[in-house]
């Protein structure tokens, strides 16, 4: 049995965590969610494990629309890959919703835990990288670390840009240290905002 097979499991309970999860609904974006995990020796964005179809709201409840696999994420992937040059010990995260009243909760979030929230301001973009398909990540990477004081920030965003959702962004080591993480982060949300 492969790294990749033995870290299948691993992926679908941190998806079971999460669907288990009512509040996270208020923090799916347009793009649904994608939860990628790196196991071990994986160098590729194609190795990387992800949920086929992203996540979505079913019944109002977050629902996987697909199996964990191999292959199936590509913008997610590519960024753990990237992030993973900076910070070995990033293998696995996921996207959620930004919007100005989240924003402002994830704001008193990191304060009250004490975490460096990140930003990629998509603004500052190289004009080259503008549109051109899969040719940002690097940048925006780059752009993050250097602006973190050269550490990945475990919670960060990126801001509107040409065609694309202003998205947040949660990293870690492990799949379920992640959704507890965006779990503890929706159920406040959604007692702060109810």
């Known amino acids: 049995m492969t790294d990749t097979q033995r870290a299948v499991p691993t992926l679908e309970q941190a998806v079971r965590r999460l669907e288990a999860c009512s509040e996270f609904c208020r923090l799916v974006p347009e793009v649904r969610v994608n939860l990628v995990y790196a196991p071990a020796g994986v160098e590729r964005p194609d ?75 998509r603004t500052v973009e190289p ?26 920030p475990p919670l960060f965003y990126e801001s509107r840009g040409w065609g694309k959702e202003p998205l947040f962004f949660l990293v870690g080591p492990d799949p379920m240290s992640v959704v507890e993480r965006v779990a503890d982060i929706a159920r406040g949300y959604a007692q702060a905002f109810d």
């Open 47 to 121: 190795e990387v494990l992800g949920v086929d179809g992203r996540i979505t709201v079913v019944g109002g409840r977050p629902h996987a629309s697909g199996p964990v696999r191999p292959g199936v994420s590509d913008h997610m992937a590519r960024l753990i890959i990237e992030l993973r040059r900076h910070d070995q010990s990033v293998r696995a995260g996921l996207d959620f919703r930004w919007n100005e009243s989240i924003m402002a909760y994830i704001e008193r979030y990191c304060r009250g835990q004490g975490m460096v929230l990140g930003c990629i301001d």
């Open 127 to 152: 004009k080259e990288l503008i549109g051109r398909d899969k040719g940002s990540i690097p940048w925006k990477v780059e752009y993050l670390v250097a602006a973190c004081g050269g550490k990945v």
